[in-house]
């Protein structure tokens, strides 16, 4: 069985499906009578992705994901069906890839006690500022 190199991972060429379509965009009447629009699908559970790589990757692919667990990616930006099939291979790589690097740690931090002092000195100086707003006086005159 054949495999592709997407994004880095060895994809079997079963888990990809390709579906050709109309497309929109330059190519005058060509457009009305030739399919070159490239529907490309990846089922993630016959490329065998599975546990955390599989859910940033469903993350990352968004409204892409469909209720059978597959990822559809159109190009639709070139004139042939190859150059939209290979258009349609790298998005899916460049989701693979983004989804492949582990999102970093968030690591708690606190404000250090300059910071904390000035926020305080800075809600007591708007206090009195506006403290010192009211009616005015006229009998004080």
Known sequence: MAT????GLAIPEAALTFKFVRASGPGGQNV?????AAQ????????????P????LERVAGKRLTVAGEIVVSADTHRTQARNRAEAISRLAAMIEEARTEPRPRRPTRPSA???AKRLADKRRRGETKK???PVDAGAE
Do not use: S
Request: charged content about 40%; glycine content about 12%; overall charge positive.
């Open 4 to 7: 592709l190199d997407i994004g």
């Open 32 to 36: 009305n009578k030739v399919a070159t």
């Open 40 to 51: 490309c699908r990846l089922d993630l559970d016959a490329a065998g992705i599975e546990g």
């Open 53 to 56: 790589l599989r859910l940033r």
């Open 114 to 116: 300059r910071a904390k």
């Open 132 to 134: 010192r707003r009211g």
